[in-house]
Nanobody
């Protein structure tokens, strides 16, 4: 069964940092663009960031620009989301998703993603 597994969530104080990881089960990520999404209670799912299969294209939501960094290590078959200067409004369940890349240099959070993880909870609170 093909799936993604997120890890690294938790409780952190405002201003703190967390690094989320996304690893596949049953396939390799090197031909997939990866997106990170989040959903807070009572809110719609939001696209946070994406990275193309080559790593050459990266996009961020305005709400996280300058604070979050997406990266991928195809040798380790893992994608990361480094989250710094966390704010209470970053509290949400974070999901990673994979879409088979038609272009190695393109990604969009608006693509129709093929595989999703179960999510990891991030809570920012004092």
């Amino acid at each position: 069964q093909l799936q993604l597994v997120e890890s690294g969530g938790g409780l952190v104080q405002p201003g703190g940092s967390l690094r989320l990881s996304c690893a596949p089960s049953g396939f390799t990520l090197d031909s997939y663009a990866i997106g990170w999404f989040r959903q807070a209670p009572g809110k719609e799912r939001e696209g946070v960031s994406c990275i193309s299969s080559s790593g050459g294209m990266i996009n961020y939501a305005n709400s996280v620009k300058g604070r979050f960094t997406i990266s991928r290590d195809n040798a380790q078959n893992t994608v990361y989301l480094q989250m710094n200067s966390l704010k209470p409004e970053d509290t949400a369940i974070y999901y990673c998703a994979a879409v088979h890349a038609s272009s190695r240099s393109y990604c969009s959070v608006w693509s129709t993603y093929d595989y999703w993880g179960q999510g990891t909870q991030v809570t920012v609170s004092s």
